[in-house]
């Protein structure tokens, strides 16, 4: 029996991404009136989940170890001094070994092929808490922000309402941007994107990310410019993330440079027209550079619920790909 492995948005059909999302708002709002579902109460009791961690981290690490505890297992965290993980030890041996033992890996790496690799070998399922590719526990926690900020439309269980609201992503083509793509275009999202020259999303995962709307009835659009402005024009969320990403820290100075005009401030949101009501994102963690102050603690920044609800989201992906193997369901 192979286990199911959550590595990227891309994993879920629309509908297994709208129940993640839908099942962790509602864990969020039964839990913080007190009233804590059965089904979770309990539901890790004796089993382990180890969080190989390659990188650094504050919510993704948090959130894993909190939801971990408020369903009654243990989390191991095992990060880059503690254990061999692609180092003194093959990936394969190192997965064969500590899947015999837990019950579920979450895993944070740089490259992509390595939670793959962890993942072929595995005989517990293995989370993707961070690539250089996809991050979908923060994309699942994303969507959960802005199903509860936008009024989400009637819909059917694969959509969650939000079908026409647009998103433009301001800054670099990164992990965080092309898991947001592929659940964006998975429920009817646009997603303006606007990045220096020379720092567009790669054609692979353009592709990749058009591919995620096969079956959808209206997929989200994608479109790509170096010009902020044009990418803000009637936004409804304006993210953006780091200019420099865990392992590109040599190429710092250089991406300062090219990422000179693409601040989300106040005045480019009005510059370029974004909607009235527009709200702004980040994963975090946030630097200066990429917003300005003015707007990051603002009354439209959805920054810390975005923050919070990777707990929630932390609890839900925990159910479906450990306590319910894999079968999301409501
Ligand atoms: N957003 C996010 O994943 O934060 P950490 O790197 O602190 O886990
Ligand atoms: N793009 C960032 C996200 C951190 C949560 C990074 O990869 O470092």
């Given at each position: 029996f192979a286990p199911r492995h959550l590595?990227?948005?891309?994993?879920?059909t629309p509908a297994e991404f709208a129940t993640l999302v839908r099942n962790a708002a509602s864990h969020k709002r039964a839990i913080k009136s007190g009233a804590i579902p059965q089904s979770l109460?309990?539901?890790?009791?004796?089993k382990t989940v180890a969080m190989m961690f390659n990188k650094r981290s504050t919510r993704t690490r948090v959130s894993t170890e909190a939801a971990t505890v408020q369903m009654g297992g243990h989390p191991m965290f095992l990060g880059k001094e503690d254990i061999q993980l692609g180092v003194n030890e093959s990936l394969y041996d190192t997965s064969v070994v500590i899947s015999s033992m837990v019950s579920c890996i979450v895993a944070r790496v740089a490259k992509h092929s390595d939670v793959a690799d962890l993942a072929k070998h595995s005989t517990v399922p293995v989370i993707n808490a961070l690539c250089d590719s996809f991050h979908p526990l923060q994309i699942i926690a994303d969507f959960v922000t802005i199903y509860e900020s936008f009024t989400p439309k009637a819909h059917s269980l694969s959509s969650l309402g939000l079908e026409g609201l647009k998103i433009a992503w301001v800054g670099d083509a990164n992990n965080v941007l092309f898991d947001l793509a592929i659940g964006a275009t998975k429920m009817g999202v646009d997603m303006h994107v606007a990045t220096p020259k020379g720092y567009e999303i790669p054609a692979d995962m353009v592709d990749l990310i058009q591919r995620s709307g096969e079956g959808v009835p209206t997929p989200g659009k994608l479109t790509q410019t170096n010009i902020p402005e044009e990418a803000v024009k009637d936004a409804d969320i304006l993210v953006t993330d780091t200019w420099v990403s865990m392992g590109q820290e040599e190429e710092s100075k250089k991406r300062m440079k090219a990422f000179e005009g693409f601040q989300i401030t106040a005045d480019l949101a009005q510059r370029g027209g974004a909607k009235e009501h527009w709200k702004f994102m980040h994963c975090l963690p946030r630097h200066p550079e990429e917003v300005s102050d003015e707007v990051f603690y603002s009354?439209?920044?959805?920054v810390f619920p975005e923050a919070e609800n990777r707990l929630w989201a932390a609890i839900s992906a925990l159910e479906g790909f450990v306590v319910n193997k894999g079968k999301i369901v409501e």
């Open positions: 590595l990227s948005i891309a994993d879920l109460i309990g539901s890790l009791s004796g009354p439209r920044s959805l």
